[in-house]
């Protein structure tokens, strides 16, 4: 994994505890390992899950509630029962990391081991101007965004089980926005740099489209950063990108400035804005975006229902539509 260190060779005891290390990778697809070896064994998605579980929270979780997380949908006693099958499993693969008692279940914080997530947040959050010198804070924010392989649990469904996806689905939402922080300010770092800095600063925008495809100021900059590059074609390819994304996303098309900029990429004026994008400006004032974008005749719609209930005509309205349509 970035950033583990290998199982240390020599002997001796500091060199068998660190042998005996347990590695979690849980952004991006779900890899465990112990001394450097995949951990089989992990019949059940359910027993990963509650082995995720417990090392992100590292706290106890009484017995009945950790039942109830991943088995709520069967009768207490069989819900139990299948709990008590999963910790007998994980005691068999990871026993020394885990804290079981009669009432309740821990993570061992006290044992050797890594987590992907704790390490990613201690970069990302600690990495800031106020405590570092920016040669650091970048440096940080660079180890934070390599450990960021994917979204948590990229991949991994629990079934029947929706008190653990909806945690999960908690955790994956907050940790994107810690990597979607992290790569808005090396992109402005590398920008600022100017020709020595572009190619990091492609690199951190493309992650960060990857993560929001729906920024328009994103797609905007990283044309802008490819044209001046010299990549003007792949520029213009990324304009049609942003056009594309934004239709199937938001139903919207893109703005003025965006389209200004690319008319001029287009028409290959040399004089191509020499300034930052209003989001690259650090000291720019922030704009509040508008709550909903081309959603006008839905919203009107919406208050005449409201109108009628209000004078008695009381009624249900659905709203329906994909991911990322605003609902």
Not at 85 to 97: D, E, F, Q
Not at 164 to 186: D, I, M, N, P, S
Request: charged content about 25%; hydrophobic content about 40%.
């Amino acid at each position: 994994f970035p950033g583990v260190p290998n199982p240390c060779p020599h002997d001796g005891p500091l060199g068998n505890l660190m042998a005996e290390e347990l590695q979690l990778a849980l952004l991006g697809h779900l890899e465990i390992r112990r001394a450097g070896l995949p951990v089989s064994g992990c019949a059940t998605r359910k027993v990963q899950a509650l082995l995720s579980y417990l090392a992100v929270t590292a706290q106890p979780h009484l017995r009945p509630a950790l039942a109830g997380l991943l088995w709520g949908e069967l009768p207490e006693a069989r819900a139990q029962n299948s709990l008590r099958k999963a910790l007998s499993n994980l005691r068999r693969l990871v026993g020394p990391y885990l804290t079981i008692t009669r009432h309740d279940v821990a993570f061992n914080a006290d044992s050797p081991h890594w987590l992907d997530v704790h390490a990613f947040e201690s970069l990302a959050e600690g990495a800031s101007p106020e405590n570092d010198p920016p040669g650091s804070v970048v440096e940080r924010l660079e180890e934070a965004i390599a450990l960021y392989r994917g979204d948590f649990l990229e991949g991994f469904y629990v079934r029947q089980a929706p008190g653990f996806e909806g945690w999960a689905l908690a955790q994956r939402a907050r940790l994107r926005e810690r990597a979607v922080q992290a790569l808005h300010a090396l992109a402005v770092h590398h920008t600022q740099r100017g020709e020595a800095g572009r190619p990091a600063a492609i690199d951190h925008t493309t992650r960060l489209l990857a993560l929001e495809p729906w920024r328009e100021e994103a797609h905007r900059q990283l044309m802008l950063l490819l044209a001046l590059s010299g990549q003007r074609g792949a520029a213009l390819a990324q304009y049609e990108t942003c056009c594309t994304t934004l239709s199937r996303e938001l139903g919207v098309d893109p703005g003025a400035e965006t389209v200004r900029l690319y008319e001029q990429i287009r028409d290959d004026q040399a004089a191509l804005i020499p300034q930052l994008p209003r989001y690259l400006q650090e000291d720019a004032p922030e704009e509040a975006p508008p709550v909903f974008v081309a959603r006008q005749r839905e919203l009107e719609r919406l208050d005449g229902f409201l109108v009628a209930a209000r004078a008695g005509r009381g009624q249900v309205a659905f709203v329906t539509g994909g991911p990322g349509r605003g609902k």
